[in-house]
């Protein structure tokens, strides 16, 4: 009976997400080549290994095919970001950044990252990951006009701590980071998570990290870059190579022993199809999410950005507190198969940034993926503008939802099987 609930649900699953319009900004969909290549005999497998001079040590026989897809996920990579230090091992973002802080951080340091209420992801916060650390942990100051970090605010502030590290990228993640403005009054580490943006710069949008000082990029790989989930550090070509080799050791065998290998050759294969179709995909992502920002806004909806044309990201942010907050917002349009998620803004409280903050975000990247264009953008918008504004009733909007979405069921930017 158990087995026949499980594979139930399984379908159950399958069935309503290709039913809805899927706007959670940290999700995408994998390519029908990358899906299939997922289930193999690495799904099974083993590896363990050490990295020493590029040289793979392993802990297990049976690994050389394995071995090699990690060093052709290394080469692609390499080859796009233009540095030989790559390390596809971690498996998720925030493993790829507790690699990096322990690497780079001893116990009182101080860092200097992303504000909750500003967009930081919680995992780089006191409550988060980085609370293990027992370290000084200072948030950066941030401009709500320009909605990024208030650059002579936290100039001020690196004189006043000289920080050892400065993590830039946050999960509110509209425009660039400052980081050349303020890469130059330091001598800290600076690490840019691109978790959220990871396609966009991969195809040569939004910013380029190492060209403006970053030392460090980590990120995950299943937002704007569709690949499988897991995550992926790269350093700059300049780094020092002591700081390289105790981040590999980190990883292994500090924080991952076997990395689930099987993710790889769908990790490759998205990589490639990201050389091939990134650059376009990228472009119609960010000129989506403008357009549905600009329609939403002239629907009347509290739209940030609105001077700046909104985001330059795949990401849109709404203040919906006049509609109930965040939580209350997306439960409601969750009803109609619109799946999106809250966030806190700026004004929250610590309390209602975890429970009812003031936003929504939107993300449009997978919707992208699926062949839609501005005028399904300006279709999403009046299906939320009616449920919201409009206070129609989600469940009859929901089957407007479900036949509009049937329309969209083939991938595109990918390869044909």
Known sequence: MEVLQVKKLVKKQ????????????????????????????????????????????????????????????????????????????????????????????????TIFVPGLTFGGHISSTKYGALGIFNLNIVEMPFDKKKLQIDVSKTIELIKKFNPKLILFGRSMFLFPEPIKEIKKYTRAIVVYDAAHVFGLIFSGFFQDPFKEGVDIITASTHKTFPGPQGGIILANPKIDKNIWKKI???????????????????LAITALEMEK????????????????????????????????????????ILNVKNFGGGEVV??????????????????????????????????V?????????????????????????????????????????????????????
């Open 248 to 266: 590999q050791y980190k990883i292994f065998p500090g924080l991952v022993s076997n990395h689930h290998i099987f993710r790889l050759p769908s």
């Open 14 to 109: 399958n069935d309503w997400r290709k039913n809805c319009i899927n706007l959670i900004a940290s999700e995408n969909v994998l390519s029908p080549l990358a899906q299939k290549l997922l289930v193999s005999d690495f799904l099974s497998r083993y590896n363990e290994h050490g990295i020493k001079d590029e040289k793979f040590f392993e802990h297990y026989q049976g690994t050389k095919f394995s071995s090699e897809i990690e060093k052709l996920c290394i080469k692609i990579f390499s080859k796009t970001f233009k540095t030989p230090y790559v390390d596809v091992r971690p498996i998720s973002g925030v493993l790829a950044n507790l690699a990096v802080f322990w690497a780079t951080l001893n116990s009182k340091d």
């Open 277 to 316: 179709f990134g650059r376009l995909y990228a472009k119609k992502t960010i000129e989506n999410a403008q357009f549905l920002a600009k329609i939403l806004h002239n629907f009347g909806f509290d739209v940030l950005g609105k001077n700046l044309n909104f985001t330059k990201s795949h990401q849109i």
């Open 365 to 417: 990247q997978e919707m992208t993926r699926y062949g839609m264009g501005k005028n399904e953008m300006k279709k999403i918008a009046t299906f939320i503008k009616r449920i919201l504004m409009d206070k129609e009733n989600p469940e009859k909007v929901k089957k407007e939802v479900v036949a509009f979405r049937k329309k969209f069921q083939k991938i595109k930017f990918c390869f044909n099987d």
């Open 330 to 363: 997306a439960k409601k349009l969750e009803r109609a198969n619109i799946i999106l998620n809250k966030m806190a803004l700026f004004d929250d409280s610590p309390y209602d940034a975890t429970h009812n903050p003031s936003g929504i975000r939107i993300g």
